[in-house]
């Protein structure tokens, strides 16, 4: 969905998302039921991220339901760094 902002940043600019692994993913659709913001979606190869910014900021709960380990997350470090620098970009308080 765009336009939506998180704390006054564009969500779109903010890469946090799963990533997942297409050799490790064996479709199994635990990811997809458990995950209520439409993030993924089921491809004809593999579980598809089909909507990255409808993941909520900081989440990685999905990561816990995947049995194969395909699922991946930027790390909490990475993210703060990256929200330090857009609360720069458009003065916020993040
Ligand atoms: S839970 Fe993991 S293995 Fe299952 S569909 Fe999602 S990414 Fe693929
Ligand atoms: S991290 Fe959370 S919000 Fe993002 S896809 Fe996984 S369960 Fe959904």
Redesign the pocket.
């Known amino acids: 969905m765009a336009g939506r902002d998180y704390m006054g940043i564009p969500r779109e600019e903010i890469p946090w ?2 990533t997942i692994n297409a050799d490790l993913c064996n479709s199994c659709g635990s ?1 997809l039921d ?4 439409n ?2 979606a089921q491809g004809e190869l593999h579980m598809e ?1 089909a909507n990255p910014y ?3 900021v900081g ?5 816990n339901e995947c049995e194969t380990g395909a ?1 991946s ?1 930027p790390s909490k470090e990475e993210l703060v760094k990256k929200l330090h620098e857009l609360r720069d970009k458009y003065k916020t308080t993040v």
Do not use: E, I, R
């Open positions: 998302y799963p990811c458990f995950c209520s913001n993030v993924f991220v409808n993941c909520v989440c990685s709960a999905c990561a699922l997350f």
